[in-house]
């Protein structure tokens, strides 16, 4: 089992297969904040990706996402996710998406395995979408969403980055949502990581679960202890409802002493925290011929380098850039 410095075990692999996003979301890739792309070769290729997640999982993984960017936009994803799934000691295979291609890849990521799906939704006004993401898919996405209930994922998530002055005046239609449909609603706590200018966009997470308090009744759901990856989510759910609200909250509430995971870059870097510019190089030596004590080595490493707390909150990099 992977155990890092101060003995927090290390289930949960994150894993970006692309920079590149089809939105360009005002809070992930801001208009006046350039982003070079990643040339070809400076991604990682599928059969690398598959060598490092499986020597992972000889050391502890158990738990893997498919991030990007946008995971969809890299050509042959559902093979990729395919062979993946094939990895049995994985015991959690799951994805985040923006859902925008969602739709094609549904019944591939149910063959292959995947129970739960993460997608991006911002606002539920069609309108107010294209502002926040430049994009005019809402009801791509929307649609992909009730297409999922309907294939019977068993937990679609639905991940909302609250923006003062832009939704959140939609934190009761997305409480709402979850009374009448299986969702988790996830409010999350809008991390300015590429500029302090950004600061001014935050909600917290105490002052929505107090403004959801007085309005309905709301009761702790009380985390699994059965797994082994829980999240840095709190649960509750309104009385009667369907489905769970989530409160993630990285700046007000800081979850870092119970975290679980690690990150693999688009390009080939191990990052032990998201909110630190630390990072491991594991493309070099994998293309230099690496053998795999010596990659699990660099895993091990960037899994005791994994700090306590985060100490950065901005590290001048879009979040696409890094895979959330």
Request: charged letters at 30%; hydrophobic letters at 40%; glycine letters at 6%.
């Amino acid at each position: 089992m992977l155990v890092d410095s101060y003995g927090r075990k290390i289930t949960y692999l994150r894993v970006s297969v692309t920079d590149r996003c089809n939105l360009r979301c005002i809070y992930c890739r801001p208009l006046n904040y350039f982003i070079p792309r990643l040339s070809h070769d400076q991604i990682l290729r599928y059969e690398e990706i598959l060598r490092i997640v499986k020597l992972a999982v000889s050391l502890g993984i158990k738990k893997v996402r498919i991030t990007g960017g946008e995971p969809f936009v890299r050509k042959d994803i559902d093979i990729f996710i395919r062979e993946l799934a094939k990895i049995s000691a994985i015991e959690e295979l799951t994805v985040t998406t923006n859902g925008v291609l969602l739709s094609g890849y549904l019944h591939s990521l149910k063959m292959a395995g995947v129970k739960t799906i993460n997608i991006s939704l911002d606002t539920l006004k069609p309108e107010r979408y294209k502002i926040i993401t430049g994009s005019e898919e809402f009801f791509k996405v929307w649609n992909a969403i009730h297409e999922a209930k309907k294939i019977g994922f068993k937990a679609i998530k639905i991940n909302v980055v609250l923006l003062k002055g832009i939704n959140e005046d939609e934190i009761i239609d997305f409480a709402k949502l979850s009374i009448k449909e299986p969702f988790y609603i996830r409010f999350i706590e809008h991390m300015p990581i590429c500029s302090k200018n950004e600061s001014f966009f935050l909600v917290s997470g105490k002052d929505v679960r107090r403004f959801l308090e007085k309005r309905f009744e709301l009761s702790k759901v009380e985390e699994n202890k059965s797994t082994f990856y829980p999240g840095p989510a709190v649960y509750y759910k309104i009385k009667g409802a369907k489905g769970i609200l989530g409160f993630i909250d990285p700046m007000t509430s800081h979850f870092c002493s119970r975290c679980n995971r690690i990150r693999l870059t688009a390009d080939g870097h191990l990052k032990p925290c998201l909110l630190s510019s630390y990072q491991i190089d594991i493309k070099s030596p994998l293309r230099a011929g690496a053998s795999d004590e010596e990659i699990k080595s660099l895993i091990i490493k960037a899994v005791k380098e994994k700090p306590l707390f985060h100490k950065d909150s901005i590290i001048g990099k879009a979040m696409s850039t890094i895979g959330g």
